[in-house]
């Protein structure tokens, strides 16, 4: 861990791993994006879902850069890799903002190395992309008739409203925070079994 | 040498980048078809104008194939079949300017000028960093997949094992390019914290403002209507 050591400021060789694990960690979330179009129930579930896979990506770049802003630069690089994509929204940018600097905090607090701050962080981080299907609560209306407009098919539309209960909306956001958790723990099973051994952590 | 010279004409990458951002706000704001229709036109236009005619019928069919499924092929399918596609059709409708848009960059502009670009945008040296970085390495994940793909098939490694035996070199390799990447960009000097300079000068010439200006209209019609 000698590179965590020498300074408190994110140097060329955190900005490489960063950007890396930013990429592996698009790859994994926007997979997800595209499969919510199968049924609305994946999209409402989509944060929880993009938390479980990317667990070990987001503990290693946490395990490996070891400063402040880490999670917030990743943030930004997702946010823009969507702005490009045409995918982003104002939502989505208040909730990834939020989620990042609650991340920041949580490893503030923890000093950066410990199990349990890095998971707190990466809950906070998944929470980010509850960004996406939030309007669907927020500006009910106005949002159900917007992706109609757009050409969303009617049926997909009807299902999605009717799922879309207020109870969903507590499960939306409780969810990538349990499977953020089993995230972080599946990745700790991953650490222990080849990284260590690997020599990479 | 003038012929060669009007035939390639190229965009300014800060245009480019621009352009991204108001095909962003068209897509998220249109609701019009004939707007929609009318930037899908223009930009296959300004893709022919830089001389990338290949990639222009590619996107001019990849379109007609878009609209056609979305018209004409999925109301005659199957309702569970008509559901999922449509959404999928719909997504890569709203993402396809901005597609054009990136596959125009990417294939009349080297990394470089961009980066100089974003420069003259102040974007902070950091994020410069590791944006390049992230675009860089997804053509390497793809290669990578594709290489532990085939070890994967050698050894007959099915089923749930497959994440594993996936996410684990995938893992490795990127901490090791990670490492090694680190360090040639550390020896050339990515650490120096003085102003970077480069060969690159950018000029906005009439073209640019011309794409600008008509890329602004569009934008405003689409918020209006």
Redesign the interface.
Known sequence: MSQSTNGKM????D??????????Y??INFIFM?MS??HPMIWILMPALIALFTG??FM?MCA?VQKP?AVI?MG??TG??Y???????VVILATFAVGCILGEIARAVTKYNSYIGNTVAFAMFSIGMTGSPLPIWIMRESFLA?IT?????A??VATLEAVSSPAMLIVMVVAPLVTAVIGAFIAKG?FKK??TK?G?V | MPGTEISRLRIDPRTGLLL?VL??II??SN?SLSVELGTLGLLLFLTVLCGQLRSALKWGAVIIFLFAL?WYILPASP?II???F??????A???L???MI?GLLISTLSLREIIVALRSFHVPQ??I???????R??PA?KEEIAHIGDAMRLRNISGLEKV?AT??P???S?????EE??AA??TRG??NPAKKTSLIQLKMCCFDWIVLTVGSLFTVVALIF
């Open positions: 994110l140097k060329g060789r900005l490489i791993t960063v950007g890396i694990f930013s990429a592996i698009f790859v595209l179009g199968f070990v990506p290693l490996k802003g630069l930004l690089i823009l890799l702005f490009v994509t045409g995918q982003f929204t917007q407009q757009q050409g969303m098919p049926d997909y991953m080849h990284f690997a990479i | 991204l095909a962003n897509a998220f609701k979305q309702k008509a559901t999922s449509s959404i999928f059709a719909n997504y409708r709203k993402m300017p901005c597609l990136g950091k994020l960093i590791s944006i390049s970085v992230t675009l390495y997804f994940i594993e996410l684990v995938l893992m490795i990127a901490t090791n390019t990670a990447l680190s960009a550390v990515i650490e």
